[in-house]
Every structure is written in structure tokens, then in C-alpha cells.
């Protein structure tokens, strides 16, 4: 079936360095993908997002880079810090609406 | 403007119990989802709505009952608590059907013994 899936369950950086998040999609009809960070004890919340006629957006400290060739995205992180350590999750929304699903989640660690 | 509430923030119940977790956005969203997570694992959708009225099921529905009688509120509904629905739940709302910009509440951390 259908679905957006993560290559790692954990990513561990050193401060000061670039992240990368991949995000796998299966789904090649997908047109829009997102990405929340989760905070340990809180709820996800949404850092950014991107349409597929686009290759890359921008935003602060952050980049998704989009791959529709080999179904690839991901989200670099530049200069991580640690208030970057969280669990990253990835998304693509339905077109027709309803089923918001997420795959299961990168933990990115973040050492001093 | 809270944005997303969901009460309680902690519960435990006994099997068998039944309970309503609570959820309420102020503003005017029409999509709203209920998820849960279990430990080491992502975010599984339960129900949402795509507004007032219109409730649909998510990936792990058996168990839950939710309604969408107003556009603030989503309240989702354990009729008969079991303690494979130990988890924390999550409700969201957006802007948009597609779920796009959720906004998420706090969590509510539930127990069932």
C-alpha cells in the first residue's frame, strides 16, 4: 500500500554540525509533503513544508529537498542546535483531504 | 487565542471504564484528527472530521467513537477501556482538509490498569 516511511528510527550529530532527515513516499500522485518536529513531552508542530513542482524550499535553518525522480525527500538542518533534538516526522496529505497519516518518526540527538 | 486544549492532560482508568477525552480549537478550523503514540512509535490517526457533522475513521479506529456537533469541538469517546489503549492521544486541527499546518494540543497521557 500507500505510505511515507523514514530510513532511520535515529540520527545522533554533533552540535554546530548539518542534519539530514530522509523521508521515503511511495505514493508517486503525492503533490504536497510536510514535516513536524516533536519536542520530548509535547505535541508535533509544524516546521515546513513544499509542493512537488518545487525541488527545494527554504526556511530558517532548515531546507526540504525534494527528489520526485526516486521518490526521496528530506530535511537538512543547518548549524544543529540543541534545541534541534526532537523526533522529525514526515507527511504527504491526501488530495482529496482526511487521512493527515505520518511515518513513524526520525530521533535526532543532538551532542554537546 | 489558546489555539488547541485537550483535558485531562493525565487519566487512568480500570478496564471496562468508558471516558471522553476533550478537545477544543478557537480557531475555526475545520479539519480536526484525533492520534495516538505509543512509545518508539510515530503518530497513528484514530478519527477525524472535515467539519462539523462529517466524521470519518483513521488507521486504528476499533475502540474509539468521536461526533462533531460544533466546529470547536471533538471530543473522543472509550467506551470500554482496555489497556491496549495505554498511550498518549494527541488531537490536532488545520486550516485545511488536507491536514496541512495542524496545530497540535499538549497530549493527554492515558492509563488503563
Known amino acids: 500500500g500507500e505510505s511515507v516511511g523514514l530510513h532511520l528510527p535515529t540520527l545522533s550529530v554533533q552540535e554546530g554540525d548539518n542534519s539530514i532527515i530522509n523521508c521515503a513516499y511511495s505514493?508517486?500522485?503525492?503533490?504536497?509533503f510536510i514535516w513536524y518536529k516533536q519536542e520530548s513531552g509535547k505535541g508535533p508542530q509544524f516546521i515546513i513544508d513544499?509542493?512537488?513542482?518545487?525541488d527545494k524550499r527554504q526556511g530558517q535553518r532548515v531546507t526540504v529537498l525534494l527528489n520526485k525522480t526516486v521518490k526521496h525527500l528530506s530535511l537538512q538542518i543547518a548549524a544543529t542546535q540543541p534545541g534541534d533534538s526532537a523526533v522529525y516526522f514526515c507527511?504527504?496529505?491526501?488530495?482529496?483531504?482526511?487521512?493527515?497519516?505520518f511515518g513513524q518518526g526520525t530521533e535526532l540527538s543532538v551532542k554537546p | 487565542n489558546a489555539g488547541v486544549t485537550q483535558t485531562p492532560k493525565f487519566q487512568v482508568l480500570k478496564t471496562g471504564q468508558s471516558m471522553t477525552l476533550q478537545c477544543a480549537q478557537d480557531?475555526?478550523?475545520?479539519?480536526m484528527s484525533w492520534y495516538r503514540q505509543d512509545p518508539g512509535m510515530g503518530l497513528r490517526l484514530i478519527h477525524y472530521?472535515?467539519?462539523?457533522?462529517?466524521?470519518d475513521q483513521g488507521e486504528v479506529p476499533n475502540g474509539y467513537n468521536v461526533s462533531r456537533s460544533t466546529t470547536e469541538d471533538f471530543p473522543l469517546r472509550l467506551l470500554s477501556a482496555a489497556p491496549s489503549q495505554t498511550s498518549v492521544y494527541f488531537c490536532?486541527?488545520?486550516?485545511?482538509?488536507?491536514?496541512?499546518?495542524?496545530?497540535f494540543g499538549q497530549g493527554t497521557r492515558l492509563t488503563v490498569v
Open positions: 490536532a486541527s488545520s486550516p485545511t482538509i488536507r491536514g496541512t499546518e495542524a496545530f
Open positions: 505514493n508517486s500522485a503525492s503533490d504536497y
Open positions: 513544499i509542493r512537488s513542482n518545487m
Open positions: 507527511a504527504d496529505p491526501p488530495n482529496q483531504g482526511g487521512k493527515l497519516i
Open positions: 480557531m475555526n478550523h475545520e479539519y
Open positions: 472530521s472535515v467539519g462539523a457533522g462529517i466524521t
